[in-house]
C-alpha cells in the first residue's frame, strides 16, 4: 500500500467527479481521481448537449468532459487510470483498493455514476458488441443502411433513435407502454423524423441470431395482446435507463432499494468524510449539469470536513 495519505480522493471522473475534483484542486486539497471503468462518464457516450449552461450552441459530451478533465488538472488534479475494486471506508485513513495499488485518503468522494441497464434476455448478453448495443454514438456508425430497433421511451432512446437515422435505413422505437417519458422537444424530433417508426405497448421478447454470431432478427410481443411478431433486424439498441455503480460500497453505506447511494445533509453518507454526488445518488434529475453541481457540494463538504480536522493544508 502506498504510505502516503491524500486529502481527498475521487471515484469517478464525470460530470460529478471532475466538477468535485476542480472545487478540491482549487481548495489546495491536491485531489486524486480514480478516472474509472469509463473515463469521462456517460457524456461521453452522447452527442450534442444542448442543455449545459454557457454552450449557446451546444457541445459534443466528449468534448465537454475533456475540458472538465484539463481544467481539473490546471490547478493540480491527480488522475488515476484504474477501477475501485474494494473499500475500507469505515477505518481512518480511509482505504482503497484498486486494480495495480492500494491508497488511502482522509476524505472519499463517491461519484461512481450509473451504468445501462439491460433487458434481461440471454440473448442480449450473448449478442452484445454483434449487433446489440448500449450505445447509439459508439456504434452507430457501424449500422449504414441497416434496421434497427430501440427499446425505450426515455430522452435517450428519442435522442439515440434521431442519432441513428443518420446512418440507419429505418429505426424502430419499441416502447412498452402508448405514451413516451421523453421530454416535449425530444418527442417532436423523433415524430418529425420519416425514418423512425414507433412500435407501441410493446417488448423485445427475445433477440435472434438464426444460428450465427450476430443479430438476424427480433422477437416482438403485443403487451396488450399477447401476440409475438418476428422482424428481420440489424441491430438492437437498448435506451430503458440506468442503474447505480454502487456495488463496491453497498457493503458499507446505505442504499435505496435500487442501489442509489443515500445522502443525508448535501452530499455527506452515513459515514464521517465519506460524501457521493451525481449519477450514483440520483435517480431524478440525473443531469450533466446537476452531477456537476453535487460534486461541488460534495468537495466543499470535504473541505469543511478536512478543516474541521485541521487535515486540510
Ligand atoms: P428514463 O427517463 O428512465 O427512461 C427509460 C425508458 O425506458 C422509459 O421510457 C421506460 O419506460 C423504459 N424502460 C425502463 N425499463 C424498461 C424495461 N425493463 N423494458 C422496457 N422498457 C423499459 O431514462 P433515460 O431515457 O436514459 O433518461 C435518463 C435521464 O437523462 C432523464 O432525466 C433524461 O431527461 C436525461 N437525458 C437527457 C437528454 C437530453 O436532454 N439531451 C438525453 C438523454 C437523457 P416507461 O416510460 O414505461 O417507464
Known amino acids: 500500500m502506498e504510505n502516503q495519505v491524500h486529502k481527498v480522493v475521487i471515484i469517478g471522473s464525470g460530470a460529478a467527479g471532475l466538477t468535485a475534483a476542480v472545487y478540491a484542486a482549487r481548495a489546495n486539497l491536491d485531489p486524486v481521481v480514480i478516472d474509472g471503468t469509463m473515463p469521462g462518464g456517460q457524456l461521453t457516450t452522447t452527442t450534442d448537449v444542448e442543455n449545459f449552461p454557457g454552450f449557446p450552441e451546444g457541445v ?37 483498493k484498486l486494480g495495480q495499488s492500494e491508497i488511502q485518503a482522509h476524505a472519499v468522494v463517491i461519484a461512481t455514476g450509473a451504468s445501462p441497464k439491460l433487458i434481461g434476455l440471454e440473448a442480449e448478453k450473448k449478442l452484445m458488441g454483434r449487433g446489440v448495443s448500449t450505445c447509439a454514438t459508439c456504434d452507430g456508425a457501424f449500422f449504414r443502411n441497416a434496421d434497427l430497433i430501440i427499446v425505450g421511451g426515455g430522452d435517450s432512446a428519442m435522442e439515440e433513435a434521431t442519432f441513428l437515422t443518420k446512418f440507419a435505413k429505418k429505426v424502430y422505437v419499441v416502447h ?6 421523453a421530454s416535449k422537444i425530444m418527442q417532436e424530433r423523433a415524430f418529425k423524423n420519416e425514418k423512425i417508426e414507433f412500435i407501441w405497448d410493446s417488448a ?52 435505496d432499494e435500487n442501489g442509489y447511494i443515500l445522502v443525508t445533509k448535501g452530499s455527506a453518507t452515513e459515514l464521517p468524510g465519506v460524501f457521493a454526488a451525481g449519477d450514483c445518488v440520483d435517480h431524478v434529475y440525473r443531469q450533466a449539469i446537476t452531477a456537476a453541481g453535487m460534486g461541488c457540494m460534495a468537495a466543499l463538504d470535504a473541505e469543511r470536513y478536512l478543516a474541521n480536522l485541521g487535515l486540510d493544508d
Open 60 to 96: 459534443m459530451g466528449p468534448e465537454l468532459m475533456d475540458r472538465m478533465r484539463q481544467q481539473a488538472e490546471r490547478f493540480g488534479t491527480k488522475m488515476i487510470f484504474d477501477q475501485v475494486l474494494e473499500v475500507d471506508l469505515k477505518s481512518n485513513p480511509k482505504k482503497l
Open 176 to 181: 412498452r407502454r402508448h405514451e413516451l417519458r
Open 204 to 255: 423485445v421478447d427475445d433477440i435472434l441470431s438464426e444460428g450465427k454470431n450476430e443479430v438476424t432478427g427480433a422477437r416482438i410481443k403485443n403487451l396488450k395482446t399477447g401476440e409475438t411478431k418476428d422482424m428481420k433486424i440489424d441491430g438492437v439498441f437498448v435506451a430503458i435507463g440506468h442503474v447505480p455503480n454502487s456495488a463496491p460500497f453497498a457493503k458499507q453505506l446505505k442504499t
